[in-house]
């Protein structure tokens, strides 16, 4: 059969990503769903995975069409139903939240090498879940006091442009330093929030996790989240600006996992991922150069703890490798 609109290789590859982190996020869902206690919780995870069950429905079937391989990705043998919560007070929603902003990114960047009707429409598709499912989590977090607002402003009342170059300073321990600008605390605020969930995220790991490499590499982990806190929360702190992106969530003492490890690894490279994007924005946008110095030595160190994942994941066969286009020169070669 001649296929009328085959998939490009973009296409491909966006589609298998998508694939496996849908399949992660549906089996920690179930997990999140069988412990919840709170009726309005259980509905924003069963509403979240019903949606994402049927767009992961629908990549099946283009796999299908295709004739491409379905990969593996998580299945019900990922998770275990029957032990204890390892997470309370919020962390599913709080974590579905973080799951969101993540996905936000990762929709428009597959959207954009997207050419295949079908394919724009399952991006599409799950654009519209996550703006839902990212808008209901806020607001039940707000509502249970979970989540905390960035610092409030005096609102501006005039426009004004940079006047001098002294604006990007700030690297002279003796000088003086400009107070942040609003885009740069919000960009700190959000660094501490998401940091905080991740800090739970692994404690909680590190806790349950059965391979010795996996648990010393979740302690690692959850020691690299307080760095990145401190030195965030100590810029605010030098301009006097109060922090308040603190998590009304807590890990319990649980040991056992409701995850496998091979699991777990992966929410913290997929995580790692956003981390990476979020400090380059950081360093971007951030118009003081010891703010942008700083929030680029933090992103190297992640760089450095992902890297080393990514070496545990494949020593142990957990990375299922990406499709890969052919290798002409073995092919020639007849290898």
Same mark, same amino acid.
């Given at each position: 059969?001649?296929?009328?609109?085959?998939?490009?290789?973009?296409?491909?590859?966006?589609?298998?990503? /998508?694939?496996?982190?849908k399949?992660?996020?549906?089996?920690?869902?179930?997990?999140?769903i069988?412990?919840?206690?709170?009726?309005?919780?259980?509905?924003i995870? %069963?509403?979240?995975?019903?949606?994402?069950?049927?767009?992961v429905l629908?990549?099946?079937?283009?796999?299908?069409?295709?004739?491409?391989?379905?990969?593996?990705?998580?299945?019900?043998?990922?998770?275990?139903?029957?032990?204890?919560?390892?997470?309370?007070?919020?962390?599913?929603v709080?974590?579905?939240?973080?799951?969101?902003?993540?996905?936000?990114?990762?929709?428009?960047i597959?959207?954009?090498?997207?050419?295949?009707?079908?394919?724009?429409?399952?991006?599409?598709?799950?654009?519209?879940?996550?703006?839902?499912?990212?808008?209901?989590?806020?607001?039940?977090?707000?509502?249970?006091?979970?989540?905390?607002?960035?610092?409030?402003?005096?609102?501006?009342?005039?426009?004004?442009?940079?006047?001098?170059?002294?604006?990007?300073?700030?690297?002279?321990?003796?000088?003086?330093?400009?107070?942040?600008?609003?885009?740069?605390? %919000?960009?700190?605020h959000?660094?501490?929030?998401?940091?905080?969930?991740g800090?739970?995220?692994?404690?909680?790991?590190?806790?349950?996790?059965?391979?010795?490499?996996?648990?010393?590499?979740?302690?690692?982990?959850?020691?690299?989240?307080?760095?990145?806190?401190?030195?965030?929360?100590?810029?605010?702190?030098?301009?006097?600006?109060?922090?308040?992106? /603190?998590?009304?969530?807590?890990?319990?003492?649980?040991?056992?996992?409701?995850?496998?490890?091979?699991?777990?690894?992966?929410?913290?490279?997929?995580?790692?991922?956003?981390?990476?994007?979020?400090?380059?924005?950081g360093?971007?946008?951030?118009?003081?150069?010891?703010?942008?110095?700083?929030?680029?030595?933090?992103?190297?160190?992640?760089?450095?703890y992902?890297?080393?994942g990514i070496?545990?994941?494949?020593?142990? %066969?957990?990375?299922?490798?990406?499709?890969?286009?052919?290798?002409?020169?073995?092919?020639?070669k007849?290898?």
């Open positions: 059969m001649i296929l009328t609109n085959p998939l490009s290789a973009s296409e491909v590859g966006t589609l298998w990503l /998508t694939y496996e982190e399949t992660l996020i549906m089996r920690m869902l179930e997990h999140f069988e412990k919840s206690d709170d009726q309005q919780a259980t509905n995870l %069963g509403g979240l995975w019903q949606e994402l069950n049927f767009y629908q990549m099946e079937q283009i796999f299908r069409e295709q004739g491409m391989v379905k990969p593996i990705g998580y299945t019900k043998a990922d998770v275990h139903l029957e032990v204890p919560k390892l997470f309370d007070n919020g962390f599913d709080m974590f579905v939240r973080i799951l969101k902003e993540v996905s936000m990114g990762m929709y428009t597959n959207m954009n090498m997207a050419y295949n009707d079908k394919v724009m429409q399952i991006y599409e598709g799950l654009t519209t879940v996550t703006q839902k499912i990212y808008k209901l989590s806020t607001l039940y977090l707000l509502e249970k006091g979970i989540l905390t607002l960035p610092p409030k402003v005096t609102m501006p009342t005039t426009n004004e442009f940079i006047k001098s170059k002294s604006y990007l300073d700030g690297l002279n321990p003796f000088g003086d330093k400009r107070a942040l600008n609003d885009i740069e605390v %919000g960009i700190l959000h660094g501490i929030e998401t940091n905080n969930i800090l739970q995220l692994i404690t909680g790991f590190a806790q349950c996790a059965k391979n010795k490499d996996v648990k010393e590499y979740f302690v690692k982990g959850k020691e690299l989240a307080k760095k990145q806190i401190k030195v965030m929360e100590d810029i605010l702190l030098e301009s006097d600006v109060p922090f308040s992106a /603190t998590s009304g969530c807590t890990v319990t003492t649980s040991t056992v996992a409701p995850f496998t490890d091979k699991l777990m690894m992966h929410c913290i490279y997929l995580l790692n991922g956003f981390g990476l994007v979020g400090n380059s924005f360093a971007y946008f951030s118009l003081r150069k010891d703010i942008s110095v700083k929030t680029m030595f933090l992103a190297k160190d992640l760089y450095t992902a890297q080393e070496k545990i994941k494949i020593k142990n %066969g957990w990375f299922e490798e990406p499709p890969q286009m052919e290798d002409r020169s073995k092919i020639i007849g290898e």
